[in-house]
């Protein structure tokens, strides 16, 4: 059984985020992305929600908000989350935490904001739960709902800790979640998608389901990213989709892109109009804002820039690349590109050899991602090397690029213009009329009734992008390089609005709303720790010990939010007011928590409810025992030192300049700094250490982003701590040219068109694009599949959002009996986890008996007689009644018996013996190896063994065995080419179950 569920990402859909839930034979559930649009609306994962206590584990596919954007918030909101195994490639991991540590530190919205079952409660504030639901703010009032604390750095990195990574082609068998059924032998297998680096392709196999989930994928190389494997990956020239991939039992593939054309030329063609649009602008003094993500195509679009000012830096004297300047802003871009550099083996082929290039010519692996030592000439310089491209990282450094006058080019975050810098950007250079906005992505939203949805949560990229379509104002025509025209549509001084979001303090009466939430939310987990019994009595002691806690309330109250809202569910609502639970829901809590109350009736009472509440603290420790604060050791001098150093310090401060919330102060208000408070940044909020993997993966641009005291850092941020949502209404007249180049990185209607007949799928369902661009393609599979199949509707799905879909392999199945002659005959041979026979026999009709021999038909219908004659005057008639019809009712089961002599020897010189199994070369190697030969690998998926013998594996699986002139003439005399390349074979045929009839 196999069923598929799009949860988002379908049809109809408003956003691209992908979530979709396959359910296996056995209650196996897998949930294939965490997608989240640019709105952050938790409404989004309502659905999801549900899945969460089902789930057997996560596959995550690209590096993007639309595949991983709700990750971080999941975990942090439903405490199951974190127990489900997640599988992913190590640059979607990297890159991953790398995107959302800029979407969380860019958007506001992202941290969501408070629930409103937390602060509509019966003895809430009426007016502080008015202003924290937004129904007192006006359209552009000054008001808006408070928000929740977002994940720090330290919490997104823990949480993609979490995540075990996976390399290409791997076949991987997972654990599943504690609250999962047994997988039963389920394989996952990842293989390079294209469109991003480390993108996936998941193939799972269970059983006889075979699954090839393709959910934005390019087959086209690029300059960054390879191809995607359906015809063997990057540098492979094969003319079949490859064995794993072909003929599945289903595959589900996006079709955005479904109703596009590539551009003629490929990628060359792509990238000179892009630097044709450029010099356009540049050619006029403007500036080109190129809108791109934060860690995934924008290595594409950085690679392809970089490398157009190398070249013109030696090539014609007047090209206007020479004098524009080349910036990179983001919150993250430099970790980014460091992570870059680290990860080059999932690249091209040609990155790579381009690395190897530059190594060589700088005499080693010395200045490896360095640069500073590079600037006399172009060799030597890594492909992430950059000369001409520099990276932005603050808001006031953008600002100082922007406020110069001369011509340059801005890649900034994000593509939808909704948070990052592009926005900014956008403000600073929309009235020049010789600007240039270039976009490199569509945008395609339609509400369900065909309504566009710009009025109600289209962001600056949706608008921008209708204005482009529309060309109401007229397009300028200009002539490119290769005498083509250029395209790019005038805005007209059209006023673009939008509603800009941003965090303030917190008002008197929403600091009262927030610190009921909190305490609402203490009493929650006190009571969830005294239901679940004394497993819980630690966890209980540490929400207890406030003094010894090595971090602010605030903190540690954030990372439970999600635990303790979704316990509250579970609770009467009705009779809790702002600030207590019920008598019932307290138990014997009720003596702590109740003012006059010192009596508590423990009879018929049984475990903590027969004690008294009190918990003694404990103070905090790890493994090495009790944490040692060094500040309290010092020396009287040193003491004296630090004392100063602060005074020095606070004199320093700037009027209005607030302390870091990562600086902590010690007993006497002295800063816990330095080394202490260093070593205090590896703790987590609940006072326990990270694990050594997360304190590895935080970057140095990390680290920097932690303990930053700059002057641009200084302005960038205003303060920290409980904020609320302020809505303004803004607006911006726009004169700047609009363009669009596709570098979306995602297959058109000729690849989708040309692979899917190839890959002969037994079902097809179709996902993740708007309706027209689902029925577009659906329609053009049904003429190419209707050629293997009667009725290709049958076997082309089109879900919507939430429509469960039943996509199990059609097999017919019939029971049948095994006579025991023909089951001592029976010789299996197992195949890893699996044993295989082949039989031949004959199908007999049923006999009228429950036997499965021929002998012991006649033995039991003779008994079955005596006893019915021994009955016939005795009380036993009923039972004898019920015996015969449930002989009856099984006599419907054939038998399969032997064969007569006569028909044996006929059919034993037509049956061929068939080979079962899959043999890696890997693993032929090392039997090889252990068998005294020599083994190894020569060129692309050749083994050469003895130096005699070559061994390949072609697309479809076949082995291959090619032996020398002299091993194939020697034969008589056995030598040692003749020696190998029998003992290569008997090697391969002991791998494989060598099945004949029998």
Not at 83 to 108: C, E, F, H, K, M
Not at 520 to 530: A, M
Not at 752 to 764: A, D, G, R, S
Not at 779 to 784: G, L, R
Request: charge should be negative; include cysteine.
């Amino acid at each position: 059984m196999f069923t598929f569920t799009p949860l988002l990402g379908a049809q109809y859909s408003s956003s691209r985020a992908s979530q979709s839930i396959l359910e296996l034979d056995g209650g196996i559930k897998i949930l294939v992305d965490v997608g989240w649009s640019d709105t952050f609306d938790t409404r989004d994962l309502v659905e999801l929600e549900k899945h969460i206590p089902t789930l057997s584990l996560i596959l995550l596919t690209h590096a993007t908000p639309v595949h991983i954007g709700a990750y971080v918030h999941c975990c942090r909101t439903y405490p199951l989350f974190t127990q489900i195994p997640v599988y992913a490639t190590s640059p979607v991991i990297a890159l991953g935490r790398n995107t959302l540590q800029d979407l969380y530190a860019s958007a506001p919205l992202a941290a969501t904001f408070l629930p409103k079952a937390s602060v509509s409660e019966p003895g809430a504030s009426s007016t502080a739960s008015a202003i924290a639901l937004g129904e007192t703010s006006e359209a552009a009032g000054s008001t808006g709902r408070v928000l929740l604390q977002p994940p720090t750095t330290e919490e997104i990195s823990r949480f993609f800790s979490l995540i075990q990574p996976l390399k290409y082609s791997q076949p991987h068998q997972p654990l599943p979640s504690p609250f999962s059924p047994p997988l039963n032998g389920l394989t996952l297998t990842a293989y390079n998608a294209g469109h991003t680096v480390g993108g996936t392709i998941w193939h799972i196999q269970h059983g006889m389901e075979s699954i090839v989930y393709a959910m934005d994928w390019n087959q086209a190389r690029e300059s960054v990213v390879a191809g995607a494997a359906w015809f063997g990956g990057s540098g492979a020239n094969g003319t079949e989709v490859i064995e794993q991939l072909r003929k599945p039992s289903a595959l589900i593939c996006s079709t955005t892109g479904g109703d596009k054309f590539a551009i003629s030329g490929g990628r060359k063609k792509r990238d000179d109009l892009l630097l044709d649009m450029i010099r356009s602008s540049l050619a006029k003094g403007g500036t080109v804002l190129i809108p791109t993500d934060t860690s995934a195509r924008v290595l594409e679009l950085a690679y392809a820039l970089e490398h157009s000012w190398r070249d013109a830096a030696t090539g014609e004297k007047d090209d206007v690349l020479k004098g524009a300047g080349l910036y990179l802003a983001g919150r993250k871009v430099n970790t980014t590109m460091r992570l870059a550099r680290s990860m080059l083996e999932w690249m091209d082929e040609n990155i790579v050899r381009e690395f190897e290039t530059a190594e060589g010519a700088d005499g080693g692996p010395g200045q490896r991602g360095g640069g500073q030592g590079l600037e006399k000439g172009s060799k030597g310089v890594g492909p992430f090397t950059f000369k001409h491209l520099k990276t932005v990282e603050r808001k006031r450094q953008l600002e100082k690029i922007l406020a110069d006058q001369g011509p340059k080019v801005i890649l900034a975050s994000d593509t939808s213009l909704a948070w990052g810098f592009a926005k900014e950007s956008l403000r600073q250079i929309a009235e020049g009329p010789n600007n240039l906005l270039l976009l490199t992505e569509s945008f395609r939203k339609k509400a369900p009734d065909g309504q566009d949805q710009l009025s109600t949560s289209a962001t600056l990229g949706d608008t921008l992008w209708q204005w482009y379509e529309e060309r109401r104002d007229g397009v300028a025509l200009e002539t490119a390089s290769d005498g083509e025209l250029l395209e790019q549509v005038h805005s007209g001084g059209r006023e673009l609005t939008w509603t800009e979001v941003q965090r303030a303090p917190l008002d008197p009466g929403e600091q009262l709303l927030y610190q009921t939430y909190l305490a609402t939310k203490r009493q929650l987990e006190d009571t969830s720790q005294v239901r679940g019994g004394q497993e819980h009595l630690d966890n209980a002691a540490d929400a207890l010990d406030d003094g010894s806690s090595s971090t602010s309330s605030e903190d540690s109250d954030s990372e439970q939010q999600g635990r303790i809202l979704n316990f509250s569910t579970s609770l009467a609502h009705a009779s809790r007011n702002k600030l207590a639970l019920s008598d019932e829901d307290l138990g014997v809590n009720i003596l702590l928590r109740r003012k006059n109350v010192y009596d508590y009736d423990v009879r018929g009472k049984k475990g903590r409810e027969r004690m008294f509440p009190y918990v003694a603290p404990r103070k905090k420790g790890d493994e090495y025992g009790e944490f040692i604060r060094p500040e309290e050791y010092l020396r009287a001098e040193e003491r004296e030192e630090i004392d100063m150093q602060q005074r020095r310090a606070d004199a320093q401060t700037k009027l209005g300049q607030k302390r870091r919330w990562d600086e902590a102060t010690g007993p006497a208000g002295r800063s816990s700094g330095g080394a202490s408070g260093r070593k205090r940044q590896q703790l987590t909020q609940d006072g326990q250490r990270l694990d050594s993997s997360v304190a590895d993966d935080l970057s140095l641009a990390d680290t920097a982003d932690i303990a930053v005291s700059s002057e641009d850092e200084a302005v960038d941020q205003v303060f920290e701590g409980p904020a609320k949502a302020v809505y303004t209404k803004e607006s911006i007249t726009i004169n700047a040219r609009i363009a669009f180049v596709d570098f979306m990185g995602l297959h058109d209607k000729r690849s989708l068109e040309m692979l899917i007949p190839l890959i002969q799928p037994q079902k097809l369902i179709l996902v993740g694009g708007m309706e027209e661009e689902t029925s577009a393609l659906a329609a053009a599979c049904k003429k190419h599949l209707a050629t293997s199949t009667e009725d290709a509707a049958a076997i082309i799905f089109t879900p919507v959002n939430g429509e469960l879909i039943d996509a199990s392999v059609d097999t017919n199945a019939w029971l049948v009996k095994l006579s025991n002659s023909l089951v001592r005959r029976l010789k299996w041979q197992h195949v890893r986890s699996l044993g295989v026979v082949a039989l031949t026999a004959q199908l007999r009709g049923p006999d009228g008996t429950n036997e499965t021999d021929g002998t012991d038909a006649e033995d039991a219908g003779k008994k079955m007689k005596q006893i019915q004659d021994e009955s016939a005057s005795s009380a036993v008639t009923p039972i004898i009644d019920n015996v015969v019809k449930t002989g009856d009712k099984s006599d419907v089961i054939p038998l399969l018996d032997t064969l007569p002599a006569s028909m044996a020897a006929g059919t034993r010189a037509v049956t061929r013996p068939l080979h079962v199994g899959d043999l890696r070369l890997a693993d032929l190697r090392k039997i090889m190896q252990a068998a005294g030969h020599t083994a190894e690998f020569r060129g692309e998926g050749t083994l050469l063994i003895d130096k005699c013998v070559a061994v390949r594996k072609s697309g479809t699986g076949r082995i291959e065995i090619e032996a020398s002139a002299q091993s194939a003439t020697n034969q008589g005399n056995l030598g040692r080419g003749a020696g190998s390349f029998l003992a290569v074979k008997r090697k391969i045929y002991e791998g494989l179950a060598v099945v004949a009839g029998s």
